[in-house]
T-cell receptor, first 111, second 112 residues
Framework: GEDVEQSLFLSVREGDSSVINCTYT??????LYWYKQEPGAGLQLLTY?????DMKQDQRLTVLLNKKDKHLSLRIADTQTGDSAIYFC???????????FGSGTQLTVLP | ETGVTQTPRHLVMGMTNKKSLKCEQH?????MYWYKQSAKKPLELMFV???????ENNSVPSRFSPECPNSSHLFLHLHTLQPEDSALYLC???????????FGQGTRLTVV
């Protein structure tokens, strides 16, 4: 089946930039998403990018897509303690356009 | 608050019990989903409903039985579960199958 991979952990200092990386295998992916999950909560859609775009910026968030390498990244500028959470990369494809998720990256922001 | 509400938030059940998880959305969405989130594993898509019809069933054991009585409600009926079924069960909805999904808070299920 299709696969989405992320590194499991990332630690950054408050005020630094965080970059969370994701690779996927499905070349027919149409949308790629970043979700955030805080402890005890469901997944919150942060941003998404259509597969014909290279970059999307939304306030502190920048999404970069390298379609050739099937690589997606999420950059969080000026990372705050409230950004500590698990970040999931997901791609949308298939007849039902279901989401395939990575295992999530646990972001820890150190003071 | 995403507009997708799941109840209960926490559930402990024995292996011989029957229980149901409920999901409700008033976003006017046409598609609803059940996902299972286990520790250190990718989110697993269990079921997909579009316009109240099941369009996807990803090899889920029959001890999980979904029901979609209308486009606003989705249930997951549980019976004779195993301890390894303990997980966070997430419901999501989207406008249509091709649109981004909005998730509920999840139900933390523990099978004892």
């Amino acid at each position: 089946g299709e696969d989405v991979e992320q590194s499991l952990f990332l630690s950054v200092r408050e005020g630094d930039s965080s970059v969370i990386n994701c690779t996927y295998t499905d070349s027919s992916s149409t949308y790629l998403y970043w979700y955030k999950q805080e402890p005890g909560a469901g997944l919150q859609l942060l941003t998404y990018i259509f597969s014909n775009m290279d970059m999307k910026q939304d306030q502190r968030l920048t999404v970069l897509l390298n379609k050739k390498d099937k690589h997606l990244s999420l950059r969080i500028a000026d990372t705050q303690t409230g950004d500590s959470a698990i970040y999931f990369c997901a791609e949308s494809s298939g007849s039902a356009r279901q989401l395939t998720f990575g295992s999530g990256t646990q972001l820890t922001v150190l003071p | 608050e995403t507009g997708v509400t799941q109840t209960p938030r926490h559930l402990v059940m024995g292996m011989t019990n029957k229980k149901s998880l409920k999901c409700e959305q008033h976003l006017g969405h046409n598609a609803m989903y059940w996902y299972k989130q286990s520790a250190k594993k990718p989110l697993e898509l269990m079921f997909v409903y579009s316009l109240e019809e099941r369009v996807e069933n990803n090899s889920v054991p029959s001890r999980f039985s979904p029901e979609c009585p209308n486009s606003s409600h989705l249930f997951l009926h549980l019976h004779t579960l195993q301890p390894e079924d303990s997980a966070l069960y997430l419901c999501a909805s989207s406008q249509d199958l091709a649109n981004e999904a909005f998730f509920g808070q999840g139900t933390r299920l523990t099978v004892v």
